[in-house]
Every structure is written in C-alpha cells, then in structure tokens.
C-alpha cells in the first residue's frame, strides 16, 4: 500500500468542516454552543470589515458571529425580539464579556491558532 502524501492527505481534509460543541460558561452550563473553523479567507474577510468599520476593537465579536452556528447570532428573528438593532447588540446583551472572549478562544483554536492557548497559560503561570 502506497503511503499518503501530504497533499493528498490536505486535499482529503479540507479546512472548512470542523464544528465544535462546548459550554462557554457555569451560567450557560446546561446549554452547548456549536461552533465551526473559519478558513484564512473568512479570517481575512473579518479583519477587513471590522478594519473598514474602525471596528478593530470588535474583531473578537465577528468572529463568534462568523463562526458560531448555535446559536445564530445573525437571526433576524432573533435580534429582533431582544429588542435589539444589529447582531452585535445581540451579543452584547446576551452574552457577558468572557463568556464572548471563551467563545473567541475556542474558535481561534478550531481555526487553528492554537498559539493563543499557550499564551493564555504562559501569562496566567
């Protein structure tokens, strides 16, 4: 049997099909969030809109609402009967400011940026 290439092994696991189920927080304890990878393409699209927007600041929240896939965040509905504007204000209002940078974190890691984790460590020690 011949042995896999790297690129045949690339090509068969394309970057774009990872989703992750996790609790964010003891208060949401009973509830998991689904999650998936973004792509360097996504990532990219992300960095331009919340440059363009003079949204730097906010990166961390376009991306729980890129990738987060439960809950939708970016639900008309939803944002709707909150009483809220826009998907960001939706997040705001539901979600606490560490449970929104847990969120982050685990997406940052599925998407591969696991440095973040070792830094996270690295301060806390």
Not at 14 to 30: A, G
Not at 74 to 92: H, M, N, Q, W
């Amino acid at each position: 049997m011949a042995e896999k290439t790297l690129v045949e092994f690339l090509l068969g696991n394309p970057v774009n099909n990872t989703i992750k189920e996790l609790v964010i927080s003891e208060r949401l304890k009973d509830f998991k969030f689904k999650i998936k990878s973004l792509s360097g393409q996504e990532s990219d699209e992300i960095a331009q809109k919340a440059k363009s927007k003079n949204g730097v600041h906010r990166m961390e929240s376009y991306y729980i609402l890129a990738a987060c896939v439960y809950p939708d965040f970016t639900d008309a509905e939803s944002i709707k009967s909150a009483g809220c504007g826009t998907p960001l204000d939706l997040l705001d209002k539901v979600l606490l400011p560490g449970e929104q940078n847990t969120l982050y974190m685990a997406i940052s890691e599925v998407s591969g940026f696991t440095g973040f984790k070792t830094m996270v460590e690295d301060v806390k020690n």
